[in-house]
């Protein structure tokens, strides 16, 4: 059974779902999308009375049409700027727009330059646009970034790609973002997170998943947490799992070193780094409970329970050398960093890469992501969730790419958007901390999913509570992501706590 509780579709399985609740009998989702928007706006307006509402030409205007109806019914003095045509409009919006004037409001075609607005709506555009916003549509979109007022975006910002999360050449900025029936991977990765604001989820009463299965999920810190137990009292080291780290050529044992503290302090009873530089040292004196070793003595350790590959490990012979090793066990693999690299240019270590029996765990970013595939950065980018499946499926592996809203992808073609993490991440150190998370949790007899799934979202909630505490997230360090983690880990397995806002309106009788 998947413990996981929030799905998320792209834009074509929303048309799915939507065609299957008409059939189904709900042909009210308009009314019961207005209604909500209406409800959210009134509360987020607060003890102002006037909001402008911005009304596209296709069904998002159509939702918008009916929450400006019921906010003027509630008293508020609604201004509705109008872009669209009122003989083109699909049925439910055109409806929506007689209502509108039925019921004795005006139609603007232009924002007015003087208002005193509380919130702007904007409607604009929803999951349909797939062309770049320009003209009136693109002037419109940046005189609403202009006005510097709360903003409440209808399913999605105006210009942003629900998919991606990449823009129309321009998109609103919202402040707050209501999306209808279930999230959408745009609005949580790439750009998506820049652009949505605060998310609220409404699923207009229809259960999205009995409707059609989602292979997309939300990473959500109840649901991950669950895989961990208190230690029983007669705990020993032995019984919390042993990691190998094999990484570290001249000048950046750091990045191995980094792994390990990571490892350990994650809760790996032990931690062996092998490092490959000349003049490795004996001993980590800041963290002097690491064994280091020599990769020739990690290779006959034979009580290792994970093995992660790459923090620092150049692309020497040797380092090939000791990779293809790895990859010939039957140890659950971390593969990060330069091992991706290597990978990426070898054909053979890739055959090897995806015929292997252990479990097999590849955490690019982007670029690395664009070695492993062939392709550009600008590609992977372009296309987040496809961009990770297909790595996965490729390499039968499980995979993160890394980035704003990281993406978890099986080889089952299931996936995840981890929603935790800010701009503290983006520094030296911290794919390297991630991968001893990963594999401190595999030995502690997590499944690698579990590992991977839990560590993702647990790296960024660290950052998250480090920026909570007023550090970072300028000059935030992967040694204070450590630090953090621990404490939360220790916390999650007495208090779990929820995540993502969610929303619910009842059909209308």
């Known amino acids: 059974m998947n413990p996981h509780t929030t799905p998320i579709y792209f834009s074509h399985e929303l048309r799915q779902l939507e065609q299957k609740a008409r059939d189904s009998g709900a042909t009210d989702l308009m009314e019961r999308a207005g209604l909500a928007t209406a409800e959210l706006a009134h509360e987020l307006l607060g003890d102002k009375t006037s909001v402008l509402v911005i009304a596209g030409p296709g069904n998002n205007g159509g939702d918008a049409l009916v929450a400006a109806r019921h906010l003027k019914a509630w008293w508020h003095k609604v ?3 109008f872009t669209g045509q009122a003989d083109r409009l699909p049925p439910d919006a055109a409806n929506a727009l007689a209502a509108w004037c039925t019921a004795g409001g005006e139609l603007l075609d232009a ?5 005193n607005w509380g919130l702007v709506i904007d409607g604009l555009f929803g999951i349909g646009l797939a062309r770049n916003l320009e003209g009136r549509y693109l002037e419109l979109t940046r005189q609403v970034n202009a006005m510097n007022r709360p903003v409440l975006a209808l399913d999605v910002p105006s210009g942003l790609d629900a998919d991606a999360g990449q823009t129309f050449r321009a998109a609103i900025r919202a402040t707050h973002t209501l999306t209808f029936i279930a999230l959408k991977p745009g609005l949580l990765t790439a ?4 652009y949505c604001g605060q998310i609220h989820v409404d699923t207009l009463g229809l259960d999205a998943p009995a409707l059609l299965k989602p292979a997309g999920w939300l990473l959500e810190q109840g649901a991950l947490a669950a895989a961990l137990k208190p230690r029983p009292r007669n705990s020993h080291k032995g019984l919390l799992g042993s ?13 191995a070193l980094l ?6 302090k994650l809760g790996a009873g032990r931690v062996y780094v092998a490092l490959l530089a000349d003049d490795a040292p004996a001993v980590d004196m800041a963290q002097p409970e690491l064994m280091l070793c020599s990769p020739q003595r990690l290779f006959e350790l034979d009580n290792l329970n994970c093995l992660v590959v790459g923090p620092g490990l150049g692309q020497s012979t ?4 000791m990779l293809k090793q790895a990859l010939e066990t039957e ?5 990060d960093a330069d091992a991706l690299n290597l990978i990426g240019a070898d054909s053979e270590l890739q055959t090897q890469v995806k015929d292997r029996k252990g479990g097999t765990i590849l955490t690019p970013h982007p670029a690395e992501a664009a070695r492993l595939t062939g392709g550009s950065t600008h590609d992977i980018q372009q296309e987040r969730v496809v961009s990770a499946s297909m790595l996965a499926k490729r390499f039968n592996s499980l995979v993160v790419l890394k980035g704003a809203g990281s993406i978890c992808a099986l080889p089952d073609e299931s996936w995840f958007i981890n929603p935790t993490g800010n701009p503290g991440l983006s520094s030296a150190g911290m794919g390297d901390v991630l991968s001893g998370m990963i594999a401190a949790l595999v030995a502690q007899r997590l499944t690698p999913q579990q590992a991977l799934l839990l560590a993702v979202y647990l790296h960024g909630a660290a950052a998250d509570e480090r920026v909570a505490q007023g550090i970072g997230p300028v000059g935030l360090t992967a040694v204070e992501i450590i630090e953090a983690a621990r404490a939360l880990i220790n916390q999650w397995l007495y208090r779990p706590s929820p995540s993502i806002r969610s929303r619910q309106t009842q059909p209308a009788s």
């Open 243 to 255: 990691v190998g780290i094999l990484g570290g050529a001249n000048s950046m044992c750091g990045a």
């Open 111 to 115: 924002i007015p330059e003087s208002g």
């Open 318 to 321: 040797q380092a090939v050398q």
């Open 259 to 264: 792994a390990g503290r990571a490892a350990l």
């Open 79 to 81: 201004t509705l700027v």
């Open 191 to 194: 750009y998506g997170p820049d």
């Open 331 to 335: 140890l659950p693999l971390v593969l």
